[in-house]
C-alpha cells in the first residue's frame, strides 16, 4: 500500500545522518539536500551551541528537517492522486492526524448539566476538514511536539512593534521545532478605563486580544484565540471539559491564545495567568498524548523580568537550582533586595508558582523575561542568538553562564533568569587547613561513597584514578567536597601549603561522561564551589585542555609555568601579589598526578 510509512523509521534514519556527519558541516548540508533557509537554521545552531554534545542534545529533541514536515511531504504518507482530506486518509499514518481525526469523528464534545457542546460551536475553524495541502506547516510535525508556554502579562502595555518583534521570534522558534502556546494574564483587564460593567470588559479584552493576534500575524503566523474552554468550579479552581479546544490547534499547527476568561456559573469571568497555566498543562496532560507532547519550557513575560540579584547589582539571577537555591532566593527577595512592595511581590510570586510547576513537572525550564528581551531580534554576529527564547530552546542555558565571576568587567549584566529543578548540591567544607575534611571516615559513616566518587573521576577524565595514592596524599587536608547529585559531578578542594600558610585548591573538578557539555552541572558545581572560596581559589589545567577557555572566562588571572605541561588558573577577593603567584607556581608545578599510577 502506498500510504503505509513508519515515521519511527524515518526520524531515526534522519537523526542519524544528522549525528554522524555533525563534524563536517558542509557533509550535513550536502547530504540534508536543505533549502537555503534550511542552510542558516542548521548553521545557527551549529554557530550558536557550544559543544557538539550540546548540539546532539538539541537535535535529538528538535528534528527539523524539511523531511519532517508531512504537511509538505505528503507524498511519502499518501497516494500521489490521492485528494483525500487529511482527516479521511491519513489518520492510520500520523499520530497527530489520528488524534485529530477522533476529535472530528466524535459528533459531540460532552453533554454537560443542561447543555450539550457540539464541536461546531467550539471551533469552527479549526474543525473544518482541510485538505491536506492547506493546513499549517508553521510548525514541523515531529515525534514529539515541544510545547513552549508563554504568559504575556500587562498586554495593555505592549506596543504593536514589541508583538510584531514577538511574532518573529515565535516563528524562528517554530522553525527550530517548538510549538507556542501563548497564555494572556487577565491583568490586561487593568488597562480597561470605561464603568465596570462585565461585558464592556470582556469586549475590551476581545478588542486588545484581536490587535494582538493581528499584529502575531504580521510575521505570517497561523494563531488563533481560544475563549471559554474553562470553568470555574465551586471551590475557585479551574477545569475544563474540552481540552480539544487547545489540543486541536497544535496538533494542526496553529498557535493557540488563551483568552484570560473562564466561567462561571454561564458568565465569563477574567482569570489571572498562573491558574491558568496550571490547568492549561493538566488539559494537555488529559488529552492523553503523552508520548508525543511535552511540555519543555514555561515563560513568564512581564515588566518585572528575571529575580534581581544583590550580587549582580545591576541584573538578574542568570540561572536558579532550585533544589540548591530556593530558600536563598526568597530570603534575598523577602529582605534583603531593596524593592517596593509591588515588585517583591510579585517577585515572591513569580518564584513560588515557579516552585509550584517544576516541583510538579521536573523536566521543565523556567523563563523569565522582560517583553524587550522577548522580542529581542538575534544579533547581526553570526552565531550570537542574544534572544533568551531562542537561544534555550537551542542550548537549554542562560545566554550567559551563572558561574562567571561577576566581579570581572567582561561579564554582561542579563535582565533574564533561567530558572530549573536542578540538582541537589552536597558541601562538606573544612573552614582551616588544620582542620581538613577526612574523606574515609566520611566515607565510613555514610556521609559520602567513596566508591561512587572515585567512579565519577574515572568516568570524567577518562583514566583509571589510584584511589591509595590519591587519598594518602589529600586525605585530612581536604578543604571543600561537592557532590552533585547522585554523583554527576563534583569538586574536592584542598589545602596546599605556599610557604607561610596554606591555599586553597581545586584538585578535581569532575563531571560524568555522559554529561559533560550539556548545561547545568559544571555551571552549579562551579557556582557552589566559588560561593565556599570567595577569598582565594588556584587550579591548573593542562596547557592543551580545551576546556581551558572555560577556566579563561572563569578566572582572575592565568599565568602558564615554564618547563611543565601545566597552566595556573586563580580567581577570588584576595589581591595577587607577585609574592602569592610564586607560591601558587610551587603548588600548580610540584602535584604529583593519581592516573595510571600502579
Not at 522558534?173 to 490586561?188: K, Q, T, V
Not at 470553568?231 to 474540552?242: A, K, M, S, Y
Not at 570581572?408 to 542579563?414: C, G, I, K, S, Y
Amino acid at each position: 500500500m502506498k500510504a503505509s510509512f513508519s515515521f519511527t523509521k524515518r526520524f531515526q534514519s534522519i537523526f542519524t545522518l544528522k549525528a554522524t556527519d555533525f563534524d563536517d558541516e558542509s557533509n550535513l548540508l550536502k547530504h540534508s539536500k536543505l533549502s537555503s533557509e534550511k542552510q542558516e537554521l542548521i548553521l545557527t545552531i551549529l554557530n550558536s551551541t557550544a559543544t557538539k554534545r550540546e548540539a546532539r542534545s538539541y537535535l535529538s529533541k528538535y528534528r527539523l528537517l524539511e523531511e519532517n514536515d508531512i504537511y509538505k511531504n505528503k507524498d511519502k504518507i499518501m497516494d500521489d492522486d490521492s485528494d483525500t482530506s487529511i482527516i479521511d486518509k491519513s489518520v492510520e499514518n500520523s499520530q497527530y492526524s489520528e488524534y485529530i481525526g477522533k476529535v472530528l469523528d466524535d459528533d459531540i464534545f460532552l453533554n454537560n448539566k443542561d447543555k450539550t457542546v457540539f464541536k461546531s460551536q467550539i471551533t469552527p475553524h479549526v474543525i473544518h476538514q482541510k485538505k491536506l495541502n492547506e493546513v499549517s506547516n508553521e510548525i514541523k510535525l515531529t515525534q514529539t511536539i515541544r510545547c513552549c508556554i508563554l504568559r504575556i502579562r500587562k498586554l495593555h502595555k505592549w506596543d504593536a512593534d514589541i508583538i510584531k518583534a514577538l511574532g518573529m521570534v515565535l516563528k524562528k522558534a517554530m522553525s527550530l521545532g517548538a510549538s507556542p502556546l501563548i497564555i494572556i494574564d487577565g491583568d490586561i483587564i487593568n488597562g480597561y478605563q470605561g464603568e465596570k460593567i462585565e461585558k464592556n470588559i470582556e469586549n475590551y479584552v476581545d478588542m486588545k486580544l484581536d490587535d494582538f493576534m493581528k499584529n502575531l500575524n504580521f510575521s505570517a503566523l497561523s494563531c488563533r484565540v481560544v475563549k471559554g474552554c474553562f470553568d470555574i468550579t465551586d471551590d475557585n479552581e479551574l477545569r475544563t471539559f474540552i481540552p480539544e479546544m487547545i489540543g486541536v490547534p497544535i496538533f494542526s499547527g496553529i498557535i493557540p491564545i488563551i483568552s484570560p476568561f473562564a466561567v462561571k456559573d454561564g458568565i465569563f469571568q477574567s482569570v489571572r495567568g498562573f491558574p491558568l497555566i496550571k490547568t492549561t498543562i493538566s488539559c494537555l496532560e488529559d488529552l492523553d498524548m503523552k508520548e508525543i507532547l511535552s511540555v519543555e519550557k514555561v515563560v513568564f513575560i512581564g515588566e518585572a523580568g528575571g529575580f534581581p540579584s544583590i550580587e549582580r547589582s545591576e541584573g538578574s539571577h542568570v540561572l536558579i537550582n532550585l533544589l540548591q537555591e530556593y530558600k536563598d532566593i526568597k530570603n534575598e527577595l523577602s529582605k534583603e533586595l531593596d524593592l517596593n512592595l509591588v515588585e517583591r511581590e510579585e517577585h515572591l510570586s513569580n518564584l513560588e508558582e515557579m516552585k509550584y510547576l517544576l516541583d510538579r513537572s521536573p523536566s521543565i525550564t523556567g523563563i523569565l523575561t522582560t517583553p524587550e528581551m522577548a522580542a529581542r531580534e538575534e544579533e547581526k554576529q553570526v552565531g550570537k542568538e542574544t534572544n533568551p527564547i531562542i537561544y534555550n530552546i537551542l542550548t537549554d542555558r542562560p545566554t550567559i553562564s551563572s558561574s562567571l565571576p561577576v566581579s570581572l568587567r567582561r561579564t554582561p549584566q542579563v535582565n533574564t533568569t533561567i530558572v530549573k529543578n536542578g540538582i541537589s548540591i552536597s558541601v562538606f567544607q573544612s573552614k582551616i587547613p588544620e582542620d581538613g575534611l577526612d574523606l574515609i571516615e566520611l566515607n565510613r559513616n555514610g556521609s559520602i561513597d567513596l566508591t561512587k566518587l572515585k567512579d565519577l573521576i574515572d568516568s570524567s577524565f577518562g583514566r583509571d584514578l589510584n584511589m591509595d595514592h590519591y587519598l594518602n596524599r589529600i586525605n585530612k587536608k581536604v578543604a571543600g567536597l561537592i557532590i552533585a547529585g547522585d554523583y554527576e559531578g563534583g569538586a574536592i578542594i584542598t589545602w596546599e601549603d605556599i610557604g607561610n600558610r596554606s591555599v586553597a585548591y581545586l584538585d578535581k573538578f569532575a563531571v560524568i561522561k555522559k554529561l559533560q557539555g550539556i548545561p547545568g552541572i559544571a555551571d552549579v558545581v562551579f557556582k557552589a564551589m566559588l560561593k565556599s572560596f570567595e577569598d582565594e581559589l588556584l587550579w591548573r589545567s593542562r596547557k592543551n585542555n580545551p576546556v581551558n577557555k572555560w577556566y579563561f572566562e572563569r578566572s582572575k588571572a592565568n599565568y602558564s609555568i615554564d618547563g611543565t605541561q601545566w597552566k595556573l588558573f586563580y580567581t577570588g577577593s584576595k589581591e595577587l601579589t607577585i609574592e602569592n603567584l610564586k607560591g601558587y607556581i610551587k603548588v600548580c608545578g610540584s602535584i604529583e598526578p593519581s592516573f595510571d599510577i600502579k
